[in-house]
């Protein structure tokens, strides 16, 4: 089903009906904690399970778990990899798994993730409960190997159209993008995304666009979470009507009214463009998903090409210099989880960040560490001690006992679960400063009285499997050219849509789909373009027929049987409206003046 269509309702509401447990299977820890949330708004229980999480915590979480107590249970794949995690899921009341964003499964998927391969492993755990994949972006080979990867017995595949008949899709060739911009926001008005590819790019664009009094805020992966969530907020209850984004904005995101979503730089895929463009008209009213490109952004795109595969000796070299980073020694480091800054690991080992960034992916697709994208974790807190020695302690250590006091008055349920907390209300109701309050809450989690889990925004690392010697490290070359042949076919897939101007762009996105029962959409720039065409040929017939000749109307339309009545008749009416026709008691003739 397309973005934005309702992939979560297919899942929430039988996990309802059925009662229990039911199992969800996301990669990212930020759309997991966002569908948590607002599953707890709807009063519903549920947690989420990532490999961003201290081990404390998920021991409680799947504790509490067991008892019946949660009715969504999100969990990262990497865990899946860990033998003694699948047994205690084992535990579970579970009564459905669901796979979001299935197509990660799938080695033809353009977001393959080895963890994804586990998840098969669970029906031996879980013998008669059904699964469900889900997925906005499966090609037929993607589908087909979906079901196979999960041991479907039978297929069955229940697709949606990928026609979205509320969306314009337009590309432009376009050398001067940003004076283009500027008209398109005018015409359009309303809400909108516009994409790019760097983080300097959002910054530079969105102060220019508020220079020129469009209210717009830049958003990327590198702002502080705080910063990120108060920007989205805005642009959410339009208080800004445009948000400057790199890809790491949207996913989650469930904003009806966004009238426009603009690509100023052309997108590595075709998959990740549909989910882009996909954001806009969710209202069902008309938007516009468009493309400005020049000659030099398809060069770019390919010469990206060369650094999205870096050569197995520089993948290697970013390998060792993780472990040595972290400490990792050759033969543990198994289950191991770690915030990585790649900025201070490309600093300490004179490496270059897309590179590194690039060889990590390729570590992920061999299964030697996992990537996780930066998703804000806040400080989260239990108390360990029972309430008895919790008081014996203030006693003992009086200097602590407003600030336990606060704790116990401000958040439930302390005891039996993690409770997220903030350092910054703290410091408020205790009359101090937030350093403080870190350093108090420290203190009391070395002394056992509590458990303090600090905030965190970072991407994480995940070590799948103990470190091997640089020497020993095995790379399968099928799979390093499978990739790379697959990453070229679509950032080729990329550059012929943006070229072909002869195929409805629907059209276009819906065969690489595989969707084969489609029609022209009629309000794309080809389908616009062509009905000019049409429109054009249509005058210069009737040009043609007049040019020598009086005819009357029957006459005409005599000449004209070969045309759509109302088309041609619309024409000629415009014609006599433009003085191009007269008219007289015998017929009708071409004006000479």
Known sequence: MPTGSGKSICFQIPSLVLGGTTLVISPLIALMNDQVQNL????????????????NEIDVAMNNAALGHVQFVYISPERLQNENFRQKLSYLPINLIAVDEAHCISQWGYDFRPSYLKIAELRSYFQDVNIIALTASATKVVADDIQNQLAFKNQKVFRQSFVRNDLRYVVQYEENKIIRLQKLISNIGGSGIIYVRNRKKTEDLALFLKKNKISSLAYHAGLKFEDRQNIQDQWIENKIQVIVATNAFGMGIDKPDVKFVVHLDLPESLEAYFQEAGRAGRDGKFAYSTIFYTKADQQRLLDNFKFAFPDLDYIKQTYQAICNYFQIAVGSGQGFSVEFDIDKLCNSYNLLPLLVYNSIKFLEKENYISYLDGGYEPSKIMFLSS?????????????????IKTLLRSYGGLFENYGNIKEKDLAFRTKTNVQLVKEN??????????????????????????????????????????????????IQSVIDYTENDKLCRQVQLLMYFNEIDYSNCGHCDVCINNRQKDLEKIKQQIILVLTHNLYSLEQLNFHMKNLNSVSWIKIFNEMIDDGIIKSSEKGYYLNKN
């Open 40 to 55: 707890k708004k709807k009063g519903f229980s549920a947690i989420s399970i990532s490999a961003a999480m201290h081990y």
């Open 387 to 403: 309430k008895e020695e919790l008081y014996l302690f203030q006693i003992r250590f009086p200097k602590y006992e407003l600030l």
């Open 441 to 490: 809450l420290e203190y009391l989690d070395k002394q056992q009285i509590l458990s303090f889990i600090p905030q965190s925004s970072l991407p994480k690392l995940f070590f799948n499997q103990d470190r091997i010697n640089g020497k020993y490290l095995e790379f399968n070359p099928n799979n390093y050219y499978h990739l790379k042949q697959r990453y070229s076919e679509r």
